[in-house]
């Protein structure tokens, strides 16, 4: 192949993988809320965010730990603080939950002797 046909296809492969990435960036689902948290060294704390949500409508939780030492514990609580899903300890965890009410619902993550990292995001479902 002459070296100017290469150069047309490595164009060609470049221009492809930016339109690609942008379309991926235009349409990727936004959260409604989220939280990240990095400990170097050993905290215990409260984290959490808050996000209205509909009834009947659903929504996916996803969570990420990257524990060195310490747990960290995620709950869901309505407006009127009851536990709507208190959520399994993992290094990954992605879970869609119906809403009942149409309200303020919190997301909170309690960690103790904490070090490392975590984060959450709540999205809307369609």
Same mark, same amino acid.
């Not at 221009?15 to 809320?33: I, M």
């Given at each position: 192949?002459?070296?100017?046909?290469? #150069? !047309?296809?490595?164009?060609?492969?470049? %221009?492809?993988?930016?339109?690609? %990435? #942008?379309?991926?960036?235009?349409?990727?689902?936004?959260?409604? &809320?989220?939280?990240?948290?990095? &400990?170097? *060294?050993?905290?215990?704390?409260?984290?959490?965010?808050?996000?209205?949500?509909?009834?009947?409508?659903?929504?996916? &939780?996803?969570? /990420?730990?990257?524990?060195? /030492?310490?747990?960290?514990?995620?709950?869901?609580?309505?407006?009127?603080?009851?536990?709507?899903?208190?959520?399994?300890?993992?290094?990954?965890?992605?879970?869609? %939950?119906? %809403?009942? *009410? /149409? *309200?303020? !619902?919190?997301?909170?993550?309690?960690?103790?002797?904490?070090?490392?990292?975590? /984060?959450?995001?709540?999205?809307?479902?369609?």
């Amino acid at each position: 192949m002459r070296r100017m046909e290469k #150069g !047309y296809i490595a164009t060609g492969v470049f %221009l492809t993988s930016a339109l690609l %990435l #942008g379309l991926w960036l235009l349409t990727s689902p936004r959260p409604v &809320c989220s939280m990240h948290r990095a &400990c170097p *060294q050993p905290e215990t704390n409260i984290a959490n965010v808050s996000f209205s949500g509909e009834a009947g409508g659903r929504i996916k &939780c996803a969570i /990420s730990t990257h524990a060195e /030492s310490g747990t960290v514990d995620f709950f869901l609580y309505d407006g009127n603080g009851a536990i709507v899903k208190e959520f399994d300890r993992a290094d990954a965890l992605t879970i869609c %939950l119906p %809403l009942a *009410q /149409s *309200q303020t !619902y919190t997301l909170e993550a309690a960690y103790k002797d904490f070090t490392g990292t975590f /984060s959450a995001a709540i999205y809307k479902v369609d």
